[in-house]
């Protein structure tokens, strides 16, 4: 903490202090200074490594006893919630003042994210959970099939269908693609994908990891919103190939930032890269790196001509 020059205020407000009056002032300071940094520390102790959401289940632990501590609960949530749209606010309008930060600029990559042997234990793990999910569509078409059997069968089928009879049809809900990818879970914008949310525990936890401690952290220092203030809206995998998705038409994105990390390695492809059509460039990807962005940008997935390319996505905003 800088110290203020308390004597040098006080000569300066009475003119002149005898060397009583000094020694007072002086001891008073560092009595003030002492308590203020005692204080500091205690605090810095006890929280300075939890996030929001744990200082928040800390409060609700300890003070659940009446309902004088839960409101005050509400208050901190609040208040919490209330710095976060403040932040926000300074970032969206960033852009009219010098502040540098990713509101409309051009995007920038952030540091390494993932290493080469990460990104291929992450591909790996989606291309088995995929396989999975292609052979579960599998099951539920056979199952679907069986029910319409079970149906022509019976004596009355109006009947059935009114809901009087035990068979019931269910038309479950499938991927557009049999090979096991979603195809439906954007329906402005849709892509070939996957969501991290079902991949293997332990590849979730190493990408959560992973983005807690390089995204949030590059985020929060280019935007000014502190990083436990951020939450991932979605996360998934893309896969553009010559076979299926090529690429992406310009759009922009419903969240705050976005970022994109390139999985494999560029010479799995040809073609791709994300085009943004402010800055009328393109960025080809760096493995293991994040391209991060203003989600209000225009921007498009330029087509691949061959092979195969794998991206991570991530939507991120503030909390709500």
């Known amino acids: 903490m800088e110290e203020t020059d308390v004597l040098g205020f006080c000569q300066n407000l009475f003119e002149e202090t005898t060397l009583d009056e000094q ?22 102790d006890s929280n300075s490594f939890l996030s929001v959401g744990e200082k928040l289940e800390r409060l609700e632990q300890n003070n659940i006893q009446s309902d004088k501590n839960l409101d005050q609960v509400a208050v901190s949530k609040s208040k919490l919630k209330a710095i976060s749209d403040s932040q926000r606010f300074a970032y969206l309008w ?17 540091p390494t994210v993932f290493t080469i042997q990460e990104c291929e234990t992450i591909i790996n793990d989606v291309l088995s959970r995929v396989e999975e999910s292609k052979q579960n569509v599998s099951v539920l078409d056979e199952s679907h099939t069986s029910l319409i059997k079970n149906e022509s069968s019976l004596e009355d089928p ?14 479950p809900k499938i991927h557009k693609y049999s090979d096991g990818w979603y195809s439906s879970r954007h329906s402005a914008f ?29 985020i929060s220092e280019n935007t000014g919103i502190r990083s436990d203030f951020l939450v991932y809206r979605d996360l998934f995998i893309v896969k553009y ?8 038409v310009l759009h922009s994105d419903g969240c705050l930032i976005s970022f994109n ?35 209000s940008l225009m921007h498009s997935g330029i087509d691949i001509t061959n092979g195969c390319r794998y991206i991570l996505v991530g939507f991120v905003d503030t909390i709500s």
């Open 23 to 44: 020694k007072c002032i002086q001891n008073l300071k560092v009595a003030a200074y002492t308590r203020i940094s005692a204080k500091l520390k205690s605090i810095s």
């Open 94 to 110: 960033s852009y009219k003042s010098s502040n540098n930060t990713l509101r409309k600029t051009i995007p920038i990559y952030s």
């Open 158 to 171: 109006l009947l059935c269908r009114s809901g009087a009879c035990a068979v019931q049809i269910q038309t």
């Open 190 to 218: 849709p892509t070939v994908d996957f969501p991290v949310e079902k991949l293997s525990v332990n590849i979730q936890k190493l990408v959560y990891r992973q983005l807690d401690y390089v995204i949030k952290k590059f």
């Open 241 to 248: 190939s010559e076979d299926s998705q090529r690429g992406l």
């Open 261 to 295: 990390i390139l999985l494999n390695n560029s010479e799995m492809f040809s073609g791709g890269g994300t085009f943004f059509e402010e800055f009328k460039k393109s960025f080809a990807g760096v493995q293991g790196t994040a391209l991060v962005h203003d989600s």
